[in-house]
């Protein structure tokens, strides 16, 4: 790897999406985030999916990842049409207990996608791990960490649903110190996970020097126009 080639790759990081104009926190107003979406596609952004990294060694100088956490059903009546009329590519991340029913870790208001509604995404959506139970990683142990892993791989294969192990860690959350780290990568590897995806607010490089502290920015409902373009040159903003 020569360092002097890495190319900056931000990855957005979207929950839900709202037709209400004061949306704020984890959920968009749908305007806003075609609004978004026209400028990554006006100023030329090449957006991919994480498998098409895998095996790529360059990327060019305005590429992009969008992620939407949880498939909530809103995503698909507002993001995925909107995806498609600008021709971008997103990764959505599957809490696999919570197929078919409603977000219970959160205030259990949105509805999360069936196992039909999520064969109906057309290609141009990657869909990957949001784990099992949506739990902190840090609150499992490797017995258990495994079992999740088993259990969301169970339903994959049960229903012939198309998963790239890209795994979005709930809450952004996963083991920083010793020697629960070295256990938690442990047990990534051995399930053949490819990438794992904190917060970090941060602008990545590519390739990835650390592929399970890929690093995203939170898009939140409040950001304006100008809070969204800072955030996709600089990642973390301290002065807002």
Same mark, same amino acid.
């Given at each position: 790897?020569?360092?002097?080639?890495?190319?900056?790759?931000?990855?957005?990081?979207?929950?839900?999406?709202?037709?209400?104009?004061?949306?704020?926190?984890?959920?968009?107003?749908?305007?806003?985030?075609?609004?978004?979406?026209?400028?990554?596609?006006?100023?030329?952004?090449?957006?991919?999916?994480?498998?098409?990294?895998?095996?790529?060694?360059?990327?060019?100088?305005?590429?992009?990842?969008?992620?939407?956490?949880?498939?909530?059903?809103?995503?698909?009546?507002?993001?995925?049409?909107?995806?498609?009329?600008?021709?971008?590519?997103?990764?959505?991340?599957?809490?696999?207990?919570?197929?078919?029913?409603?977000?219970?870790?959160?205030?259990? !208001? /949105?509805?999360?996608? %069936? &196992?039909?509604?999520?064969?109906?995404?057309? =290609?141009? $959506?990657?869909? @990957? +791990?949001?784990?099992?139970?949506?739990?902190?990683?840090?609150?499992?142990?490797?017995?258990?960490?495994?079992?999740?892993?088993?259990?969301?791989?169970?339903?994959?294969?049960?229903?012939?649903?198309?998963?790239?192990?890209?795994?979005?860690?709930?809450?952004?959350?996963?083991?920083? !110190? /010793?020697?629960?780290? %070295? &256990?938690?990568?442990?047990?990534?590897?051995? =399930?053949? $996970?490819?990438? @794992? +995806?904190?917060?970090?607010?941060?602008?990545?490089?590519?390739?990835?020097?650390?592929?399970?502290?890929?690093?995203?920015?939170?898009?939140?409902?409040?950001?304006?126009?100008?809070?969204?373009?800072?955030?996709?040159?600089?990642?973390?903003?301290?002065?807002?």
């Amino acid at each position: 790897m020569q360092f002097k080639d890495m190319t900056r790759l931000p990855i957005l990081m979207y929950h839900n999406v709202s037709d209400d104009k004061n949306s704020i926190g984890l959920t968009i107003f749908n305007k806003n985030l075609e609004d978004q979406f026209f400028y990554l596609k006006e100023k030329g952004y090449t957006t991919y999916h994480f498998s098409e990294l895998e095996n790529k060694d360059s990327i060019n100088s305005k590429s992009i990842i969008i992620t939407f956490d949880d498939v909530t059903v809103n995503q698909m009546l507002y993001a995925v049409p909107l995806l498609e009329k600008y021709d971008l590519k997103a990764t959505f991340f599957i809490p696999f207990e919570y197929i078919g029913n409603v977000d219970s870790w959160n205030l259990g !208001k /949105e509805k999360i996608m %069936s &196992i039909e509604q999520l064969k109906q995404l057309d =290609n141009r $959506v990657e869909l @990957g +791990l949001h784990s099992f139970a949506h739990k902190r990683y840090t609150s499992l142990n490797e017995a258990e960490i495994n079992i999740d892993f088993s259990r969301c791989f169970e339903i994959v294969e049960q229903n012939g649903l198309k998963v790239y192990n890209a795994l979005a860690y709930p809450y952004g959350n996963y083991p920083k !110190k /010793e020697p629960n780290k %070295s &256990i938690f990568t442990k047990a990534l590897q051995q =399930n053949n $996970v490819k990438v @794992g +995806l904190r917060i970090g607010n941060r602008i990545n490089k590519f390739p990835f020097k650390n592929p399970y502290e890929i690093m995203r920015i939170d898009i939140k409902g409040e950001d304006n126009m100008l809070k969204f373009k800072l955030k996709l040159r600089f990642g973390k903003l301290k002065l807002f």
